[in-house]
Every structure is written in structure tokens, then in C-alpha cells.
């Protein structure tokens, strides 16, 4: 979904802000994690090595739509990741890529190839990331060869986790995938909080029940 025509002032704005935001709160550390955002002649995305917590709105990356940089800053070396988001998911307006400790622990204990890394103990979760969250293979941070394997799991899922690196998430607008991401991190912590007991999940009737109801 991209942001409305004009609006991209207001968008390169709202990527600082959520930057700051996430960084405040630990989501991410010096230069580490990403964010774009769909326009509707492109796309806008985060620069590399630059803090989420100090990114100035205005040398934001733009790239065409072919994912070339036409503007601003050079892009985060990352770009293949976000555009086989895009690519698997036509309805995705933003991603968003931290490396959020309890997420990243979670991509450290799980195995490629897991699509329920993390149990779906409460709806919220369910309602954001939906029913799977595939593990990727390790690959090294910046390899294009990761864009393959990104696009094959983000075709049948909101997030992805990558092994031993962190989580990628997809949302119809900004606020969606920064809402998904946020919401990934407290399922990661509370998986890791309840490991080695026996927590009560949410049945397949129950979680069919949710995305029929909110998608």
C-alpha cells in the first residue's frame, strides 16, 4: 500500500520518529537494523551505518521502482532484503528490520527452516505476524544471496527471523510493521520468560478464529 501522493515530506518525518522511538527503547543499537517505506513513485529507506536514533528526515535514501538510489544518503546495505519483502508481498507499504534482543535470541536457538519459532500464546501476535514466522539459513549481514530465501518465506508470512541476525517484518503502512516488530519482540521475551514450562496456547481454532477475523 503506498503512503497517499505528497505525503512524502510527512513519511521521511515519521521513519525519523519511529527510528528514534525504537532506538530509545533498545529495539536497536549503534548503527544496527533498517527501515523503508513505499512511495508512490518509490521507495524511502534508512541509510547505511546510520543510527535509527539520529536519522535526519531529509538524507533518507530514496530509491526508484526498481530499487534504484536516486536520492539522498547511500542506502542501507540491506536493500535486497527489503525489496524481496515488497516483491513477495504487493500489499506491503513498509519493512522493518531491528535486531531486537529477544527476537535475536530467539534466531539464535531456532533452527532454519522452524516456521513457529515462537508459540502463539497470545492473539496479539497471531493478529500481527499471523501463523508462521519461518526461520532463514545464517547468511552473512549484506549477501544478496539472502534475497531468495527472504522472498520465498515472506510469501506465506508477515515476518521472517534471520538465524542468528534478527527479525524482518512487513506491514501495510509504517505504523503496521512497527507495530509488528514491537509485537514479535514482547512474544520473543515472553517465550523466552515461560521456556521450560508448559504455558497455555492458543488452539488452531482459536487462531483460525483471529485471522478470519482481523486478517
Known sequence: MSEPAGSEGALREAIAEVGRSLFARGYAVGTAGNISARLGDGYLITPTNSSLGALDPARLAKLDTGFR?????????????HRAFY???????????????????IACLAQPGERQPIPPLTPYFVMRLGRDL????YFRPGDPAMATA???????????????HGPVVAGAALRDAVAAAEELEEAARLALLLRGASPRQLTPAQIDELLATFG
Open 87 to 105: 516483491e513477495a508481498r504487493p500489499a506491503a507499504g513498509a519493512v522493518v528490520h531491528l535486531h531486537s534482543t529477544m527476537a535475536t535470541a
Open 134 to 137: 519461518p526461520v532463514i539459513a
Open 150 to 164: 527472504i522472498a520465498a518465506a515472506a510469501a506465506g508470512a508477515a515476518g521472517v527471523l534471520l538465524a542468528n
Open 69 to 81: 538510489h536516486v536520492g539522498g544518503d547511500r542506502p542501507s546495505k540491506e536493500v535486497f532484503m
